[in-house]
């Protein structure tokens, strides 16, 4: 008994102590951190006038403040993904695969196929859509002859061409001058070509590959949800999660989808205001004053700039995996918050998911 009480004082100073250090620990952390993202703040407010003036544009007239676009990958996608026909577009996506959850079943494949080209043909036009479709044609041919290497050869080939300098010139000319249509076929080409990858080898090693079609594969490449930002979800499992038997949504996976979507958006509108209070995006951009800005100043753009990574990477991979639910296609989950991330191992597995899948497959 005596033993017991002490083991028990023992614990409970443990615990005190415990929480003791844990306080100390928040207190530090919030306030150096709270301390760091106010001195971004207030840097952004008083040295705007000095940063690149294409690095800022007019903001939201109410807020009277500019807006920091210099980070080109979100800037781009809120851009592409974030106007009202593809929203029109997504939608109809999903009120698709609704209805052939209830009728016609047994051509849920090629519907789905048809309406994410048709989808496709609408945002990127017919040349980004008539490339895509001859690259995987090219390597469902490739992929008949069951021979790994030449897959891979035909894949670094394709990576090869995308950082060419005359393959370059070349496909500008194809988009006579219009830059945001040639990034798109670049950023969906790089996409594709993972996707290419993974159903190539894979049917490689299929041993009911006489069962995987050019329907398969095409929609493997093209499935609307996941083709623009991913994440990467490898063929077998897509393959696997396509060809089941289509059945409804119950009212309580609907209503988990759409407050997923509600809180993805959130993240969307709270980036877009973020840009108009604290340009660490921009300030990092000018090398002139960062090499002059204080430590806690830097140390508070760093900290933002992860923190953005992050929130990025969730609303463009949270966002596709959402969508894709509804058609009871589960991909790679969002990444791990960074803050609780402490070793790089960790960092490289939990992040990017779908990639990591991908890579060590």
Sequence with gaps: MENQARQKARQGQVNWLTCLELFICSVIWFGSTGYAMYRVYTTSRDKWVTLNEYDLEEGISILGRKKDISDFEWT?????LFQLPPVCLFIGHILVGRLLSHYLTQYRRPVFLVYSLVTLYLMLGSTTVGILVGNALI??????????ALCWIFGILQVVALNHDPMKEWQQQLYHGDEDQYYLMVFTLAMSNLRYLSFALDYCKMDVANRVSLVDCLLYVFY???FFCGPVCTFDKFYYQIIQPARRLSWSEIWKLVKDIVRILFWVAAVELW????????????????KYLPNWVIAGIGYCQ?????VKYVVMFGLPRTLALFDHIEAPHQPACISTVNTFHDMWRYFDRGLHAWLVK
């Design 76 to 80: 781009f996608w809120v851009q592409v």
């Design 139 to 148: 390597m469902y041919t490739i992929a008949l002859m069951k021979i790994p």
């Design 224 to 226: 609307l949800p996941l």
């Design 275 to 290: 840009f108009h209070f604290m340009y660490f995006a921009a300030l990092q951009r000018n090398f002139t004053m960062f």
């Design 306 to 310: 992860v923190q953005f990574f992050q």
